[in-house]
């Protein structure tokens, strides 16, 4: 059963979020918007530097919060590591097609091996929550590296070569991003690049997404057929690359609006300026 947009009256696929037609977003499901909202806005109360979680993971700072909820950096104390913990929002748990969605494609990542992919240790259910634990990553965000300035030439085809190479691995396993941007791309202190959040973008762009959470920059890196709604593949990864390739040169988004259709017309209709 698909989504019949009431601006224009076409049939567009159950999970996406805009209409392929006229770029229209879709409301979203109240209760899950409000569970989502209240997740961001309180964090986890015993999750406290110092406390520890599942019997292994040491708390020792909450790194921030997101399409995902909270973020918390962990030493775990069972393998010596430092790892980022990763939650579910506790109130979409109880979602069983959110939750097996989540498993699945956390399940997915964890067979990703590569020197340019965040590793992805555990997914795991304990004291009721849903979670992740993967690599802690020493270093900066590629989108806060490009706030800086754009980058040499040598410098951005060096991290886009890298990431590329990530992809390629992923994409021969039958792994697709799908949210490939420059907050997703994270450069080590030796200046390797590493893709963060495989496995989690079909979860976060899907139900899980509200009208807070779903950001102008996440819409400006959506291939063609992804803002139409449309069956992604490997190829949607490669175009969302592509755009980040342009940000890191320019320092800026080839594609932009004032809002998130005027955005999507832009990709569907706009050349971006050379």
Aim: hydrophobic fraction near 35%; charge should be negative; aromatic fraction near 8%.
């Amino acid at each position: 059963m698909g989504i019949r947009c009431l601006e224009c009256q076409s049939e567009n696929p159950e999970d996406t979020l805009f209409c392929g037609k006229c770029g229209t977003k879709f409301p979203f499901s109240e209760d899950v918007a409000l569970a989502h909202t209240k997740t961001l806005q309180t964090p986890v109360k015993y999750l406290i530097k110092g406390t520890t979680f599942a019997g292994r993971y040491e708390i020792i700072e909450e790194l921030g919060r997101g399409g995902m909820g909270v973020v918390y950096k962990a030493q775990d104390t069972k393998l010596k590591r430092t790892v980022a913990l990763k939650f579910l929002p506790q109130e979409l748990t109880h979602i069983s097609e959110v939750k097996d969605r989540f498993m699945r494609e956390a399940q997915a990542a964890a067979a990703l091996d590569h020197p340019h992919i965040c590793t992805v240790y555990e997914f795991d259910e304990t004291e009721e929550k849903t979670f992740i634990s993967m690599a802690y990553i020493e270093g900066q965000s590629l989108k806060k590296k490009i706030e800086s300035g754009p980058f040499e030439i040598y410098e951005a085809l060096r991290i886009a070569i890298q990431a590329a190479e990530g992809l390629q691995e992923a994409h021969k396993k039958g792994v697709v991003h799908r949210d490939i941007k420059s907050a997703n791309i994270m450069v080590t202190e030796k200046d390797q690049a590493k893709i963060m959040d495989f496995g989690l973008a079909r979860v976060t762009g899907t139900t899980l997404v509200t009208k807070e959470g779903m950001t102008m920059g996440t819409i400006a890196y959506m291939s063609p057929e992804q803002a139409r709604g449309e069956k992604v593949d490997h190829r949607t990864d490669i175009w969302s690359l592509g755009v980040v390739l342009y940000e890191m040169f320019s320092g800026q988004l080839p594609f932009k609006g004032e809002h998130d259709q005027a955005v999507i017309y832009s990709i569907l209709n706009e050349q971006p300026k050379p």
